[in-house]
């Protein structure tokens, strides 16, 4: 498994309450530094499930880009083609009982790099994109079309240049929010098709505490969300199901139990802060989706 995209650094915190403004400052009950979600979490969800992973294309030159790519290596993802560059894009996370405050920088992309895609590519099997290099992604994404590649694409963030990579892909991922500014329609299943003439073959819209819905063919698939009575942080829950997704998809499992194992990482990585530290093992998510047939 490939990942493709820019890999940014989470630092975040556990405090009993969310900072009001000129409170005093409290004892946060945790805090951690890990990759943030997007390439970095999917791939390392798709190696929890079973698969190889590779990352390629880069990190901020700094101390927090030098922590990420560690973090990367030590859980047994290839980072050989990362390159570090420009200072790390940052998100700052407070989870608290009384919600959650996100706070993002963007950080300093550096001057542009430009993966080579047949060393990207080598031995590859499917790609993960995330739309954060929309240039660079593009012909990566095409080689790996022609090349009878899976193209995964989840959409993080609308950019210049997203429109091109969903027309390149083989299966789209997008929240309902971002898949109701591509699709702004009212029921799902529209924007389903409407996604769909867009170009990828597969579609699949994240709904959070609702599941998920998908659409392959003329077929319609509803997951609904799994309990999660632990649940403690949602931060980076769709970057899993990215990369659990694809795992399931190179084990050439039916559509709507892709899906379904997907929705089952994801609820699996809301027991810790932030999705690093509660990544789910396949048996960990076999066993859940066993629930649903007992």
């Not at 915190?13 to 969310?18: A, D, E, R, S």
């Not at 083609?81 to 996370?93: E, F, K």
């Not at 009575?229 to 709507?256: I, W």
């Not at 960990?284 to 629930?291: H, I, N, S």
């Amino acid at each position: 498994m490939v990942g493709l995209g820019r890999i940014g650094v989470a630092i975040s915190g556990l405090g009993p309450n969310l900072p009001g403004v000129d409170a005093a400052a409290v004892d946060l009950a945790a805090l951690s530094t890990t990759p943030a979600p997007g390439i970095a979490v999917a791939l390392r969800a798709a190696l929890r499930l079973g698969c190889r992973a590779r990352a390629v294309g880069s990190h901020g030159a700094d101390l927090l880009g030098q922590l990420a790519r560690s973090a990367l290596r030590d859980a047994g993802i290839d980072t050989e083609l990362l390159r570090a560059i420009g200072t790390s894009a940052c998100d700052l996370v407070t989870v608290a009982g009384d919600g959650k405050l996100h706070a993002h920088y963007r950080g300093d992309r550096g001057e542009p790099v430009s993966s080579d895609p047949r060393a990207a590519l080598a031995g590859a099997s499917a790609l993960l994109i995330d739309g954060s290099e929309p240039r660079d992604q593009l012909v990566v994404a095409e080689i790996a079309k022609n090349s009878k590649l899976p193209v995964i694409f989840d959409v993080s963030e609308l950019r210049d240049g997203t429109a091109d990579l969903i027309g390149a892909c083989d299966i789209l991922i997008a929240s309902e929010r971002e898949a109701s500014e591509l699709a702004p329609r009212g029921e799902l299943t529209d924007a389903l098709d409407e996604l769909l003439r867009m170009g990828p073959r597969a579609v699949v819209i994240t709904l959070g505490d609702k599941g998920a819905i998908g659409r392959h063919g003329e077929q319609v698939t509803r997951c609904p969300a799994f309990p999660n009575d632990d649940m403690l942080d949602s931060y980076g829950a769709g970057s899993v199901f990215h990369g659990a997704f694809a795992a399931a998809l190179l084990s050439e499992l039916p559509f709507a139990r892709c899906i379904e194992l997907a929705a089952a990482a994801a609820s699996l990585s809301l027991r810790d802060l932030g999705p690093w530290s509660a990544m789910p093992s396949r048996d960990d998510v076999l066993a859940l989706t066993r629930t649903r047939r007992t």
